[in-house]
């Protein structure tokens, strides 16, 4: 068992009753007494209970996306909670991809039906395939972008740009620019 599993269940079970009587307030007593006052674990749920939320829309289109012959708010309120934590952990997370698959398929298998395990299995899978061509784009990208700016600074005569300031001055403007 992972680490985090107590803390996966408690953000599973919170986000749940979350939905179904949405506007209360996260019980913070109840993370940490679910949690056993493990500090790691607690902090581990409460960014769970509370990334869900802040990153739902587009954690719900990468769910929806990758349904087939289903809607989101047609699947069982618990499977859908179990992919939106796992889908959470995908993108947010730096933890293992299979801890984070296989702890929501056993999550699954523990609190749905019969099907939930090789169901969000599936899901949660076409995810993470999506999210690797999102992040290799991405990065390709990100190289092109690299390679570029080493071009523009080649361009400098011994760190002196053509109006007479400093190479410097410029490459921090592309920084800036890019952040």
């Known amino acids: 068992m992972d680490k985090f599993r107590r803390a996966r ?19 913070e007593e109840m993370i940490r007494e679910r949690v056993k006052n493990d500090e790691e674990s607690i902090r581990y749920a409460r960014r769970l209970v509370l990334g869900v939320p802040l990153h739902q829309k587009e954690i719900d289109e990468k769910i929806e996306s990758s349904l087939r ?5 047609r699947l069982a309120a618990t499977d859908r909670n179990i992919l939106r934590v796992g889908v959470y952990e995908l ?31 599936a899901v949660l899978d076409n995810i993470r395939k999506k ?10 990208t990100k190289g092109e972008d690299e390679e570029s700016d080493l071009i523009e600074t ?6 002196i740009a053509s109006d007479g300031s400093e190479a410097r001055e410029i490459s921090e403007k592309n920084e800036e620019s890019e952040a």
């Open 9 to 27: 269940v408690v953000a599973l079970q919170t986000l749940y009753s979350y939905e179904l009587n949405s506007g209360q307030d996260i019980p």
């Open 69 to 73: 012959n289903w809607r989101l708010n």
């Open 154 to 159: 080649d361009d400098y005569s011994n760190g």
């Open 91 to 121: 993108m947010f997370s730096d933890e293992p991809v299979a801890i984070i698959i296989n702890e929501a398929i056993e999550i699954a298998k523990e609190y749905g039906d019969k099907k939930s395990g090789g169901f969000v299995n």
């Open 131 to 140: 999210i690797e061509e999102e992040r290799a784009s991405r990065n390709a």
